[in-house]
């Protein structure tokens, strides 16, 4: 299955992790496959789950950077 997603916000001290234009989180593997992950309950907050820690929405926030297009075709 394909994923067709442009890469909107990336994310500071995680460069395989970007928000796409649908404003989902996705990870880039070391294969160079697009995976969607999904948001996760801690108890009463919402968050995500990258490199097994959990970042809050709030935590998140100060860490999205806005994507600019290189000419490295993973956006590296």
Do not use: A, C
């Not at 299955?1 to 989902?24: A, N, Y």
């Not at 999904?38 to 935590?59: A, I, N």
């Not at 999205?64 to 490295?72: E, I, M």
Request: net charge positive.
């Amino acid at each position: 299955m394909e994923i067709l997603v442009q890469r909107v916000w990336d994310i500071d001290g995680h460069p395989d992790h970007f928000f796409g234009d649908d404003k989902e989180l996705y990870r880039i593997t070391s294969r160079g496959e697009v995976k969607r992950k999904r948001r996760t309950m801690k108890r009463y907050t919402q968050g995500y789950v990258l490199k097994s820690r959990f970042y809050s929405l709030h935590q998140l926030r100060p860490l999205l950077r806005r994507h600019t297009p290189t000419n490295h075709p993973m956006g590296f």
